[in-house]
C-alpha cells in the first residue's frame, strides 16, 4: 500500500490492490449573509 497527503495534511489519497482511494475533507455549508441596505427619499421636483 502506498499513502500520500498534500498541502496541510487535509487531502489524503492511497493505492492499494489496483483501488486508488482518495479522501478529502466536506467543505463548510455556505450560509446566506444579510445585507443592510439603505437609501435617501428621493424628493419630487415642484413645478
Known amino acids: ?4 497527503s498534500y498541502g496541510n495534511g487535509k487531502i489524503e ?3 492499494e490492490d489496483v483501488v486508488l482511494e ?3 475533507p466536506k467543505a463548510a455549508e455556505v450560509k446566506p449573509k444579510k445585507i443592510s441596505v439603505s437609501a ?4 419630487k421636483a415642484s413645478k
Not at 500500500?1 to 500520500?4: D, L, T
Not at 435617501?40 to 424628493?43: C, F, L, S, V, W
Request: aromatic share 8%; proline share 0%.
Open 13 to 15: 489519497a492511497s493505492f
Open 22 to 24: 482518495i479522501s478529502l
Open 1 to 4: 500500500m502506498k499513502e500520500a
Open 40 to 43: 435617501k427619499k428621493k424628493e
